[in-house]
C-alpha cells in the first residue's frame, strides 16, 4: 500500500496504525471518496448497510469486545480500525491488513515537493535534510517547513535544534501528542537509544535492557522506530546480522531535551554501543559514537583500520565528518584519500577535488581513480580521462589499478568509445581477479555490463549486472549495491519491463538516499521518473524528474541533462511545445561541450521531434546527426525520429528504410519498446497497413505495462477511416483517460489541436476551430463577461447567486436566474458552435455553482503559470524557458476590465510570477556577467515596481560594475528621486565590487 493510492485496501478488515500526525485520517478520507462510509470514535453496537465503517482514532480496546464487533459486522462491509497504538486481539482476524507508518510516510520527491511548493523552499539540499529529519512523518514534514519559513538559516549540525527546540511547534507536538501515551519502561529505553545510531534488541541487550523486544516493537509499529538501510547489503547467513532501526531525528532531539542525561553517562553510553558495533562492523555508528563520546584515538583507530569499509557500508558520511572534524595539518595522505572518497560519494565534489588537490604531485593509481571518478559524475569524461592516462602503471597491479581501469572504462562507455571501453573493461575485471577482491570484481563487472549496452548485447548486459549485485552484496558495499540497482533499473527500461524497472529503481533510491550515495540518486530518481512517465503516472514522474533536476544542480554535474530529457520527454507529449523545445535545447546545450553520447543522442533526437514541423531543415539536420553518433539501444531509436523527419518531408522511402533498420536493431537487442516505436512509424508510412500495425504496437507496449503508449495507439486506431465502432468507442475512452492524464499528443508528430484557445493576457480574444471569434459570433455581452468571470475562477466552482450579482449587481435573484441560464446556454453555443460534445464539456454545471473546465481549454495565463513555475524550479539551467515565458506575458489578465474586482485575484497572482520571472531573469543574467541584460531586466522591474528600492541599488551596482560610470550616477539620482517621493531615506551608493542581488529574489 502507498499513501498516493486512491481507493481503500479491498481486506474485509483493515487496521491502521500509527503515532499521532502520520496523516491516517486524512489518508483514509482520501481513499473513501465516492464510497458510503461511516465514520465512529469508539466501537458501536450495530452498523448499517455502509459499504465500509471507519473506526478513527481508537482508544485501548479490550480484545473480545473487538473481536465480536467484527464478527457482527455484515460480511459486505469492510472495517477500518484506525489507533495511535497497536490494538490487541485481531492477529487471527481472517484476512486482516496492517497498514502502518512505512505505508503513510511520505516520500523524499513528495518532501521536496511540499517544501516547494508550500513552504518556499527550493534547496535540493534541504529538503533531502528535512526527509531524513522527519523520516517523512507527514505533520513533522509540514511543522518543519513552517519552521524554515520564519527561522534563520542554520548550519546542518544545529538545524535538528533549531527546527525542534523548546518553544517550538515541532517540540510542542512531539512531547504532548507522541511521547505521551508511552508507559516509563518505553520512555526509560527511549532515552538512552535518542543519543545512539542504529540499535537493535541486541545492542539493547549490550547495554544492559532486559527483554527490550516488545519495546522496540512498539516504536517500530508507531513509527518512532524506522528500518535502516546499513546493514541491507550483508548476507543474512552472516551471525552478526540482524535488522537495524534508527530513532525519527527529530523525536530523538525533542527526547535528548526533555529527558537529558548528564555527559558522564552519555559518554559511558556512547562508548558501550561503539565496542558493540565495532564488533557487528558497523564502522560509520562506531566512528560516530566515539567521535561524539570524545574518544579521539578510539575514532581514529577505527578509520584508519575500517574507513574504506566504513565508506562501502554506506556511512560515507560519517566518515568524512570524523576527518572534517580533525584539524587539516593533522590528516596525512591515507586520511586525505579516505575524506575525498567520502566527499564524493555523499556529492561534495567541490570539496572532494580540493581535498585530492593536496596530493597531486603524487598521482597514482590509487588518486587517479578517485580524482577521475569525481569528473565522470560530473559528466566530464574527457577531463576524467585525460587524468586516468596520466598515470604510471606498476609491473604488479592490485586493487587500485583495477579501479582505475574500471572507472576508465566507464569514462570511455560515456563517450560512446566501443573499443577501448570493452578493452579496459576486461583488464579490470582479470586485476581484480587476481587480487581476489570481490568490490573491485563487482566494479568491473559493472564496466562490462555499461559496455554491453553499446555493444548490443543485451545477454551479456543482464549477466554482468547480476554478478557485480552479487559481488558487491558479498563485499557489503550498500554504495555499489545502490549504484548496480539503478543501473539495472535502466536495463528493464530499456527491455520494456517498466514496472520491474519502477520497483528497483525505487529500492535504488531508498538506499541510496539511507547511505548519502548522492551521484546514485539522481540516477535512480531519473530511471524511475521514466518509468512512472510510462506507466502513466506522470505528476509523480514530474516531481522526480524535478528533484532529480534539482540534486544534479547541486551537485554542479552535466548530468542534469538526464531529467531535464525526462521533463521535455512530458512536455512533449502534454503538447507543451516552447516548453519541451527550451528543455531539449538546454539538454543538448549541456551534452554537447562534455562529449556525454548517452545524453547529447536522445537530446538531439527529442529536439528534432519537436522542430520538425517548424523548421523541417533543421529537424533534418538534427535527426541524421543523432543517428549518425548513436550506438547500441539508441540508435534504434535515433533512426526512428529520422523516419518520423522524413515522413512529415514526404519521403516515405526513406522513412521505410529507417522504420526496418530501427526493428531489426531493436529486435536484436531485445527492446520491446523500440519494437513497437518502429511499427508505429510503419503506420504512418503505409495507411492500408495502419489498423494491424497499430494493433500490433499497442499489444507489444501493453506487455511493457506502458498505458501512456497502449492508449495512445488506441486513440489513433479508432481514428483511422476504417476503424469500427468497437475501436471508435475505445478509442474515445483512451483519448479522454489522455486528457485525464494532461497529455494532448497523440502521434509524436501532430498535435491534438486545442479546440478553444483563449487569451486573456492583454486582449481578450476566443479562438474556436482555428477561427477567431468576432464580436458578432457573442449574441450577448452577459455571456462574454461570464466567460471572464469563470476564467478569473481558474476552474473552481463558483456559486450561481455571486456570479449573478456580479452579472447584475443589485437586481433580484429570482429575476437573474433564468438570465444566467440564457448566458450559460449562449456560452456553450459559442464554444461548441456544432455542438458536437457533451453539454459539460467545457461549462460545468450544479443546481448551485458553475466552473470552466479548464483541462479542456487552452487559456494563455495558466500556460503562463505553468511555464512560469516550471523555469523558476530549473534555477540556473532555466535562463531560455524564462525568457521565453517573459515574452508570452503580453499584458496583464484581462486588462480591458480594470475595475472588476472578481478579476483581480487571477490578475494579481499573474502580475506577480511575471514580476518572479524578470526579477530571476536579472539576477541570471548578473550571475553571467551579461550586463547588457541584466540591465534591461532590472528596467523592466522598475517600470512595474518604481518605488522597489533594491532594483534601484543593484541598477547602479551593475552599472558601476560595468565601466558605466554617468549611467550608474543617473540611475542613482532618479533612486533617490523616488525614494524621497514616498518618504524614504536614500541609502548610500553601493560600492564597486559589491554583489548585485537583483531585487533580493530568487526562483
Known amino acids: 500500500m502507498n499513501r498516493t493510492a486512491t481507493s481503500p485496501p479491498n481486506a474485509r478488515c483493515t487496521l491502521v496504525i500509527a503515532a499521532a500526525g502520520y496523516g491516517k485520517t486524512e489518508t483514509l478520507h482520501r481513499w473513501l471518496r465516492g464510497h458510503r462510509a461511516s465514520w465512529h470514535s469508539a466501537?458501536?453496537?450495530?452498523?448499517?448497510?455502509?459499504?465500509?465503517?471507519?473506526?478513527?482514532?481508537?482508544?485501548?480496546?479490550?480484545?473480545?469486545?473487538?473481536?465480536?464487533?467484527v464478527e457482527r459486522a455484515a460480511p459486505k462491509t469492510r472495517l477500518m480500525l484506525v489507533s495511535r497504538l497497536p490494538l490487541p486481539g485481531l492477529a487471527a482476524v481472517p484476512g486482516l491488513r496492517m497498514i502502518g507508518p512505512a505505508d503513510l510516510a511520505l516520500p523524499p520527491a513528495r518532501v521536496a515537493a511540499i517544501l516547494r511548493e508550500q513552504y518556499g523552499v527550493h534547496d535540493a539540499n534541504l529538503a533531502r535534510r528535512v526527509h531524513g529529519l522527519t523520516a517523512g512523518w507527514p505533520a513533522l514534514v509540514h511543522l518543519t517547513g513552517a519552521r524554515l519559513v520564519t527561522a534563520a538559516p542554520t548550519p546542518a549540525e544545529l538545524l535538528p535544534a533549531s527546527i525542534a527546540g523548546p518553544g517550538t511547534a515541532p517540540f510542542g507536538f512531539v512531547e504532548t501528542e507522541v511521547l505521551a501515551p508511552f508507559e516509563p519502561g518505553t520512555r526509560r529505553l527511549l532515552r538512552a537509544i535518542a543519543h545512539l545510531g542504529p540499535v537493535s534488541a541486541g545492542l539493547c541487550r549490550a547495554l544492559g535492557v532486559d527483554s527490550p523486544e516488545p519495546a522496540l516493537d512498539l516504536l517500530l509499529r508507531t513509527g518512532l522506530l524506522v528500518p535502516t538501510h546499513n546493514t541491507a547489503a550483508r548476507p543474512h547467513d552472516d551471525p552478526r546480522w540482524a535488522p537495524t532501526y534508527r530513532l525519527v531525528p527529530l523525536v530523538a532531539e525533542v527526547v535528548r531535551t526533555r529527558w537529558p542525561l548528564s555527559?558522564?553517562?552519555?559518554?559511558?553510553?556512547?562508548?558501550?554501543?561503539?565496542?558493540?558495533?565495532?564488533?557487528?562492523?558497523?564502522?560509520?555508528?562506531?566512528?560516530?559514537?566515539?567521535?561524539?563520546?570524545?574518544?579521539?584515538?578510539?575514532?581514529?583507530?577505527?578509520?584508519?583500520?575500517?574507513g574504506r569499509e566504513g565508506i562501502a557500508e554506506g556511512s560515507a558520511a560519517a566518515v568524512g565528518d570524523a576527518i572534517r572534524s580533525l584539524p587539516p595539518a593533522s590528516r596525512d595522505r591515507e586520511l586525505r584519500l579516505l575524506l575525498g572518497q567520502a566527499l564524493t560519494v555523499t556529492g561534495h565534489f567541490d570539496e572532494a577535488l580540493a581535498t585530492f588537490a593536496a596530493d597531486a604531485d603524487r598521482l597514482d593509481a590509487g588518486l587517479a581513480w578517485r580524482l577521475g571518478t569525481v569528473h565522470y559524475l560530473r559528466a566530464r569524461p574527457h577531463a576524467a580521462i585525460e587524468t586516468f592516462e596520466r598515470v604510471e602503471l606498476p609491473e604488479v597491479e592490485g586493487v587500485d589499478e583495477a579501479m582505475l581501469h574500471a572507472s576508465h572504462a566507464l569514462a570511455r562507455w560515456m563517450i560512446g568509445d566501443l573499443v577501448r571501453s570493452g578493452e579496459l573493461s576486461e583488464r579490470a575485471l582479470a586485476v581484480a581477479g587476481r587480487g581476489d577482491d570481490t568490490a573491485a570484481a563487482a566494479m568491473a563487472h559493472t564496466a562490462l555490463a555499461m559496455h554491453a549496452t553499446l555493444s548490443g548485447d543485451p545477454v551479456a548486459n543482464a549477466e554482468h549486472y547480476e554478478r557485480a549485485l552479487g559481488l558487491a552484496e558479498r563485499a557489503g558495499d550498500v554504495v555499489q549495491v545502490s549504484r548496480v540497482r539503478a543501473n539495472r533499473a535502466g536495463l528493464l527500461l530499456n527491455e520494456g519491463s517498466y514496472p520491474e524497472a519502477l520497483a528497483e529503481a525505487l529500492a535504488a533510491a531508498a538506499l541510496a538516499e539511507t547511505c548519502d550515495a548522492m551521484a546514485v540518486l539522481p540516477v535512480a530518481l531519473c530511471n524511475a521518473g521514466e518509468a512512472l512517465t510510462l506507466l502513466g503516472r506522470i505528476e509523480e514522474a514530474s516531481d522526480l524528474f524535478g528533484y532529480a533536476v534539482s540534486l544534479y544542480q547541486r551537485l554542479g554535474s552535466a548530468k542534469v541533462a538526464y531529467p531535464l530529457l525526462g521533463l521535455a520527454d512530458i512536455h512533449h507529449w502534454r503538447g507543451q511545445h516552447q516548453l519541451a523545445r527550451a528543455a531539449y535545447e538546454e539538454a543538448v546545450r549541456i551534452a554537447e561541450p562534455t562529449g556525454d553520447l548517452q545524453a547529447l543522442v536522445p537530446a538531439l533526437s527529442g529536439l528534432a521531434l519537436v522542430l520538425c514541423r517548424d523548421d523541417p531543415g533543421t529537424a533534418e539536420r538534427l535527426a541524421t546527426r543523432a543517428a549518425t553518433m548513436a550506438t547500441g539501444r539508441r540508435a534504434a531509436r535515433a533512426l526512428i525520429v529520422r523516419g518520423w523527419v522524413a515522413v512529415l518531408s514526404g519521403d516515405l522511402e526513406c522513412a521505410a528504410g529507417m522504420a526496418g533498420e530501427a526493428a531489426d536493431l531493436a529486435r536484436r537487442h531485445r527492446d520491446k519498446p523500440a519494437v513497437a516505436q518502429a511499427l508505429e512509424l510503419h503506420a504512418a508510412i503505409d495507411p492500408a497497413q495502419a489498423a494491424h500495425a497499430l494493433a500490433e504496437a499497442a499489444t507489444t507496449w501493453q506487455v511493457t505495462g506502458a498505458t501512456l503508449h497502449v492508449d495512445r495507439l488506441r486513440a489513433m486506431r479508432g481514428r483511422l477511416p476504417d476503424s469500427n465502432a468497437a475501436d471508435r468507442i475505445e478509442g474515445r475512452a483512451a483519448a479522454e483517460r489522455l486528457r485525464g492524464a494532461g497529455i494532448r499528443l497523440i502521434s509524436p508528430l501532430a498535435p491534438e489541436p486545442p479546440q478553444v484557445s483563449i487569451s486573456t493576457l492583454g486582449r481578450f480574444e476566443v479562438v474556436v476551430n482555428g477561427v477567431t471569434l468576432p464580436p458578432s459570433a457573442w449574441q450577448s455581452r452577459k455571456a462574454?463577461?461570464?466567460?471572464?468571470?469563470?476564467?478569473?475562477?481558474?476552474?473552481?466552482?463558483?456559486?450561481?447567486?455571486?456570479?449573478?450579482?456580479?452579472?447584475?449587481?443589485?437586481?433580484?435573484?429570482?429575476?437573474?436566474?433564468?438570465?444566467?441560464?440564457?448566458?450559460?446556454?449562449?456560452l456553450r453555443s459559442v464554444l461548441d458552435p456544432d455542438r458536437r460534445a457533451a453539454t459539460d464539456h467545457f461549462i460545468r454545471a450544479s443546481p448551485g455553482a458553475v466552473a470552466l473546465d479548464t483541462s479542456r481549454v487552452t487559456i494563455d495565463v495558466e500556460d503562463f503559470l505553468e511555464e512560469a513555475e516550471h523555469g523558476l524550479r530549473l534555477g540556473k539551467h532555466g535562463r531560455a524557458v524564462l525568457a521565453g515565458v517573459e515574452r508570452h506575458y503580453t499584458g496583464d489578465f484581462l486588462e480591458d476590465e480594470p475595475y472588476e474586482e472578481w478579476a483581480v485575484a487571477t490578475r494579481e497572482l499573474a502580475r506577480a510570477t511575471y514580476l518572479r520571472v524578470v526579477r530571476a531573469l536579472a539576477r541570471l543574467a548578473v550571475e553571467a556577467r551579461d550586463v547588457d541584460e541584466a540591465i534591461r531586466w532590472l528596467l523592466r522591474i522598475l517600470d512595474l515596481s518604481p518605488y522597489d528600492e533594491q532594483p534601484h541599488l543593484d541598477l547602479v551596482r551593475v552599472l558601476s560594475d560595468g565601466g558605466r560610470h554617468g549611467e550608474a550616477r543617473r540611475a542613482y539620482q532618479r533612486y533617490t528621486a523616488a525614494m524621497r517621493a514616498i518618504g524614504v531615506a536614500p541609502s548610500r551608493p553601493p560600492a564597486a565590487g559589491d554583489r548585485a542581488r537583483p531585487d533580493g529574489a530568487g526562483p
Open 43 to 69: 466501537v458501536v453496537p450495530d452498523l448499517g448497510d455502509e459499504d465500509v465503517a471507519v473506526l478513527d482514532d481508537l482508544p485501548a480496546v479490550p480484545a473480545a469486545e473487538l473481536r465480536a464487533f
Open 263 to 306: 555527559e558522564a553517562k552519555r559518554h559511558r553510553l556512547l562508548r558501550d554501543a561503539a565496542g558493540w558495533y565495532e564488533r557487528m562492523r558497523m564502522i560509520g555508528a562506531a566512528v560516530t559514537a566515539r567521535r561524539h563520546a570524545a574518544d579521539h584515538s578510539g575514532f581514529l583507530r577505527v578509520l584508519r583500520e575500517h
Open 784 to 826: 462574454r463577461d461570464l466567460l471572464r468571470i469563470l476564467l478569473s475562477r481558474r476552474g473552481r466552482m463558483t456559486g450561481r447567486e455571486e456570479i449573478a450579482e456580479s452579472l447584475w449587481p443589485g437586481e433580484d435573484s429570482g429575476r437573474v436566474g433564468h438570465r444566467l441560464s440564457v448566458a450559460l446556454s449562449v
